[in-house]
């Protein structure tokens, strides 16, 4: 059985940070990455990162402030994230994509998702 547990959201004031951990157990991935959503709107892609060799891709309104990194021993992504603005606010996903010779541009063809942990930022 797949399962994508989040945890590490909260509430913050803005320029404070955060930091998300999402442990994958039942699946193969070659990727995993973060995105986030807020109601009403569709799930932007926040970052990403390759399994094998560590690359990484941003969304250019995180670049600079948010660092995904992983330990593949322990199967789990994590997100530092810093200087937290209000509009930081939404639920933040887990994803995994299942592994695959097949590629897929960034923040696409992923398979498996978290229930998603809230992050709030007030001003």
């Known amino acids: 059985q797949v399962q994508l547990v989040e945890s590490g959201g909260g509430s913050v004031q803005a320029g404070g940070s955060l930091r998300l951990s999402c442990v994958a157990t039942?699946?193969?991935?070659?990727?995993m990455g973060w995105f986030r959503q807020v109601p009403g709107d569709v799930h932007e892609g926040v970052a990403e990162?390759?399994?094998?060799?560590?690359?990484?891709y941003y969304a250019d309104s995180v670049k600079g402030r948010f660092t995904i990194s992983q330990n593949n021993l322990k199967n789990t992504v994590y997100l530092q994230m810093n200087s937290l603005k209000p509009e930081d606010t939404a639920m933040y996903y887990c994803?995994?994509?299942?592994?695959?010779?097949?590629?897929?541009?960034?923040?696409?063809?992923?398979?498996?998702w978290g229930q998603g942990t809230q992050v709030t930022v007030s001003s």
């Open positions: 994803a995994a994509r299942h592994k695959s010779r097949i590629s897929s541009p960034a923040f696409n063809g992923f398979t498996y």
């Open positions: 039942g699946v193969t991935y070659d990727r």
């Open positions: 990162i390759y399994t094998i060799g560590g690359n990484t």
